[in-house]
């Protein structure tokens, strides 16, 4: 009887710790719901250890040192985002920012990709003193809580038309710059809407891991259809970071010129992270009757220290991720999630080859799925009042148009100012909200009026 007992005690222990550090029973929400939901999110976010490697190695970047660093900043941000914002939100590079530093700087301007892991250190410090002093929490109560309710469409749209690109059911024209229907019979499209179909099936009738299990059958079915193919091998040692680590030049990047670069760090990541935390927070039932998070400023810590100490191992711009609606989508609720998806990456490290497989034509359905989920957002904006609808339409078109969420919301939020003042209704626009569309005037101004 005692090696019964001695037998049963270890797996009670480690539930009830479990639960006293992730609040699972408060939440609702079970370690295996967790577990799932963390390697579902990691499954989503798999092809960036394929894409933002691919960016930075534009800008001249060693592809592999990239990729062994930006597997070790995923694990070291989510971890931390585990334990001290107990929130099923992964953390790691944004495609923009790494955008920014390969291609945009490094390849078109010819800067040094140092200086522009430089800038994209700076603007982490400054998210830093800002969170410090907690003026992100500021800013975020003081945004409208119409702007809010149609933050998760927003984001919704953007996740919907990264699923739609990279299955390439949607594709750009060159000669009109605009979207158009891709090649539904393509290999790629067919894998996507394969696993489509599977998490749509699955979702109907409520299966546990549905969108996890859609994910895997899709990159099942891209083998033979030579969307992807099985590893040569399973295992692979890192490469190191050493051409990469810690040579980001923090001198130059200070220089007058680069201004409008840090602040399109600074403002594309300000916007991208809170309303990825709004809208993913919303989607798991975190969010009050006026639209906040309790204790927000948890993740906005755990940004600011990953975007600085990120641009340390040559990684630009880490932000709460978008992708992390998947996990949720699956039952995730709390930093257990976040840690079993840290659990995958570092996996990783000696696994490359199986997440590599994993192509992006897979992985599109549960973006699809989750974008599609989160238009319901939209119900709950007042469209009677044409003063608070039409800000949040023109923050979902900006989204749209500009193919960065950061940038539709500050667009929405200027608009809101803009189109309060013209209809007579100055004294519904906040204080805080007048200083801010200073600093968003210029951002449209000097950034993204250039492009």
Not at 409 to 424: D, E, N, P
């Amino acid at each position: 009887m005692k090696t019964t007992a001695r037998a049963v005690k270890p797996p009670a222990a480690r539930r009830r710790w479990f639960d006293r550090q992730f609040a699972l029973t408060e939440r609702s929400t079970t370690v295996r719901t967790e577990i799932i939901a963390g390697i579902t999110s990691f499954l989503a976010c798999a092809y960036l250890l394929i894409v933002i490697p691919s960016l930075l190695s534009t800008g001249g970047m060693d592809r592999g040192a990239t990729t062994t660093a930006t597997i070790i900043v995923f694990v070291l941000a989510t971890v931390l985002m585990a334990f001290y914002g107990n929130l099923p939100f992964i953390v790691g590079p944004g495609l923009g920012g790494s955008a920014i530093v390969g291609v945009t700087l490094a390849a078109s301007e010819h800067v040094a990709w140092q200086i522009g892991i430089g800038i994209a250190f700076w603007s982490g410090v400054l998210f830093m003193v800002l969170t410090v002093f907690k003026l992100r929490e500021v800013v975020t109560r003081t945004v409208p809580l119409q702007i809010k309710l149609g933050l998760t469409a927003s984001i919704g749209l953007f996740i919907t038309m990264l699923g739609f690109r990279n299955a390439g059911l949607v594709v750009a024209n060159a000669k009109t710059n605009a979207f158009m229907l891709g090649n539904f019979t393509a290999p790629g499209a067919c894998v996507a809407l394969i696993g489509f179909a599977v998490a749509v099936f699955l979702q109907a009738r409520k299966i546990p891991g549905a969108i996890l299990w859609a994910i895997l059958i899709a990159t099942g079915a891209g083998i033979p259809l030579g969307v992807t193919k099985l590893p040569q091998t399973l295992f692979a040692m890192p490469h190191s970071i050493e051409p990469i680590f810690f040579k980001l030049n923090l001198i130059d990047s200070l220089s007058l010129s680069f201004l409008p670069y840090l602040f399109a760090f600074f403002a594309s990541e300000f916007f991208s992270t809170m309303g990825t935390t709004l809208a993913v927070g919303d989607k798991a039932g975190m969010l009050d009757e006026h639209g906040n998070m309790e204790q927000i400023n948890k993740p906005f810590v755990v940004d600011s220290i990953s975007a600085t100490v990120g641009a340390l191992f040559g990684i630009p711009a880490l932000t709460a991720l978008v992708e992390s609606a998947a996990g949720v989508e699956a039952g995730g609720r709390t930093g257990l999630t976040a840690l079993a998806a840290a659990l995958m990456f570092l996996l990783m490290l000696l696994f490359t080859p199986i997440a590599l497989m994993i192509p992006k034509e897979a992985t599109a359905p549960a973006l699809l799925l989750i974008g599609l989920s989160m238009f319901s957002g939209l119900r709950r904006v007042d469209m009677d009042n044409f003063t608070e609808g039409l800000p949040v339409m023109l923050m979902v078109l900006l989204t749209l148009i500009s193919n960065s969420f950061g940038t539709g919301i500050a667009g929405g939020l200027l608009c809101y100012v803009i189109i309060k003042l013209l209809a007579g209704r100055a004294k519904d626009v906040p204080i805080g909200l007048y200083v801010l569309a200073l600093p968003l005037a210029y951002y449209f101004w000097t950034v993204v009026s250039k492009h």
